[in-house]
C-alpha cells in the first residue's frame, strides 16, 4: 500500500508563507505525476498544482499561479514540497498530496491532508 503524508500546515497572516511537504512510503510505486490538492469548507476538492514527475513539467491552478511552486524534493522517493506565498484567506482549506500513479487513471493515492488557515 502506498503512503502519503503532508506536513507543514499551520496558521499564517494574510501575505505571509507557508510550506507544504509531501513523504511517500510503503510498497514501492512508480509515478506519472504528483499533486496538490485543497478543499474549502462548503467547496469541491480542487488541483492546486502538479508536477510530471518524468520531465518537471508543472501546472498550476490560476488562483495560485505566480503565489505557490511545486518541487520534485527527491526524484527518487517522490517527495513533493508546494512552497506558498502571498497567501490570501481565501487559500484557507485542507490540502492535500496525491500520486496519480503510472497506468492508473487518474489520482489513486491521497494523503490525509493537512489544514492551512490564512487569517485576515
Not at 22 to 43: E, L
Not at 47 to 56: E, K, M, P, Q, T
Amino acid at each position: 500500500q502506498v503512503r502519503l503524508t503532508e506536513s507543514g500546515g499551520g496558521l499564517v497572516q494574510a501575505g505571509g508563507s507557508l510550506r507544504l511537504s509531501c513523504a511517500a512510503s510503503g510498497r514501492p510505486f512508480s509515478a506519472a505525476a504528483m499533486g496538490w490538492f485543497r478543499q474549502a469548507p462548503g467547496k469541491a476538492r480542487e488541483l492546486v498544482a502538479r508536477i510530471r514527475w518524468a520531465n518537471g513539467e508543472t501546472y498550476y491552478a490560476d488562483s495560485v499561479k505566480g503565489r505557490f511552486d511545486i518541487s520534485r524534493a527527491s526524484a527518487a522517493k517522490y517527495t513533493t514540497s508546494l512552497q506558498m506565498s502571498s497567501l490570501k484567506p481565501e487559500d484557507t482549506a485542507v490540502y492535500y498530496c496525491a500520486a496519480h500513479r503510472t497506468g492508473a487513471e487518474n489520482y489513486d493515492s491521497w494523503g490525509q491532508g493537512t489544514q492551512v488557515t490564512v487569517a485576515s
